[in-house]
């Protein structure tokens, strides 16, 4: 029998189908072809570039261990305690996803700036000031990053089977001890795929950082407000800028693969 | 007495409320039908759930649940082995066998020491580096077994310990278990829906149907004398309650069934499907038992057909292959069936 055409997808649906990939790839391309390659060399050995990009992988990395810290406990607490009003947090826990990060900005500055909630006794007592600082890159890129660890670990946590803790209480152990030698080895590929997703969200975190932290080189120019910056002046280098962060999300997704593209491994 | 609960439970739409207890060295077996609560009583014995009232209570006077206390799981001495044995899948063998010693402060290679023989014990030596992936169905439940019993546990649960293993498998690991029962000096609570499971590791049975103990006793008191519809068919005979005049029971049913011993009052009549003799006519000579009845159902059964009889007393007759074929029945068939008196069991409700 003759092969259908289009694998046996109805033409109404593959035509926005072949559209929307073309919408999503086309872009990059385009990228990747207007690069002016014969002179990125120079551009990336750029002092600046060099200080965005470092500034960048180290934001986003601090950002997720600060995620990781406090997002796994945070995703144990929704995912297996008997809290009430869990779903009220879960819901608050969500809110920076959907929330525009400009807001998010907005909302820390209030919170954390110089006569701020918060700010304004750190300032007064402690003589510490933490917008437009690296400290405030960081926190931006983790109030926004962080919610992906959390949703993400604890969908991990509810699809572990509960009973293995089950049986480790029998066992003799506490619910500490359970945690750190039963949950979190199982959970541990959940937890591992949360932290690629929150350090690449973390990586190209732009709103809530040019809000909070400003766009200082050097201490807070991270690799998207350098990239927007570049555009207005050297769009050459902006497009420089985008390949490198283009590379990395790539590299990032190949990590991944091996999770959500390729064959699922068998849990026991 | 090292053992005594009485277990109370709303679970759903499921009241559960059961009491037994269990001698040193004793195995109890919790039998009954899915969804009766054997799984909720023994999680409640377990710790890993907390009743809704009455008592647990270890070594005649130490409490673990009562009105106001309740010691959670893991600060009880006990060892439980689960249906699925729920080896911990990213540790060895040894380190599951290991775990209770570790969780409890033994140092690694102390704990690690005192596995090992462990491993021997349950047949599983040479194993101890494996994952539990790499081990077959009744190699990982011996390994559970071997989880749950070190440290000497002042009790022991087993969860349908043998339901998921093949037919094969299974026959050995009960040995096994039984062999391990026999040696261990605590109290033993098994929950199983298999009879057969029950009568080869029990010293005691309680039946348990709806949430409430319907029959206790020796395996072979129950398996003689079933009291109700669940046990008689688990154990393969057909149960008619009725009310005992002489040698005489009318069935609450309709009918009346002769026994050969002395009947007074409301009894049970258990009869055994292989005492059942079916003819296609009235057969002459001294059964006192004999009803017209109708076949309703015919299935093989090993060498036996199992026949499913409808009429004034419903029974269930074994009849060879042959004799089948030879009486040439298919459902719907009028037949003649016959008990001797001598063949039915009698005894008070």
Redesign the interface.
Known sequence: MKRQRGGGVPLPLLVPAVLAVSFLVLPLVGLVVRAPWSSIGPQLVQREVGQALRLSLLSATLATGVSLVLGVPLAWVLARSRLRGRSVLRALVTVPLVLPPVVGGVALFLVLGRTGLLGRPLYEHLGVTIPFSTTAVVIAETFVAMPFLVISVEGALRAA?A??E?????????RW??FR??TL??VAPGIAAGAVLCWARALGEFGATITFAGNFPGTTQTMPLAVYLALQSDPDAAIALSLVLLAVSLATLLLLRGRWLGQREV?? | MSLAAHVVVQRGSLAVDVSFSVADGEVLAVLGPNGAGKSTVL?VL???LRPDGGEVLVDGDRVWDDADRHV?????S???V?QDH?L???LSVTENVA??L???GVRKAAARAEAAPWLDRVGLAGLGDR???ELSGGQAQRAALA??LV?DPRVL?LDEPLSALDARTRLAVRAELHRHLADYPGSAVLVTHDPVDAMALADRVVVVEEGRVVQAGTPAEVARRPRTDYVARLVGLVLLPGTGEGQQVALDGGGVVAVAEEAAGPVFVAVRPESVALYLDRPAGSPRNVWPLRLAAATPHGSVVRCDLTGEVPLTADVTATAFAELGLAPGADVWASVKASEVAVYTR
């Open positions: 089977d009973r293995f089950d049986a480790a209480a029998t066992l003799g152990a506490d001890t359970t030698r039963v080895p199982l849990t026991a | 999680r377990a710790g890993l959670p799981a893991h600060q009880r006990l060892g439980m689960f729920l911990f899948p990213h775990f209770g570790r969780s409890r994952r539990p992936g989880r749950a440290g649960l």
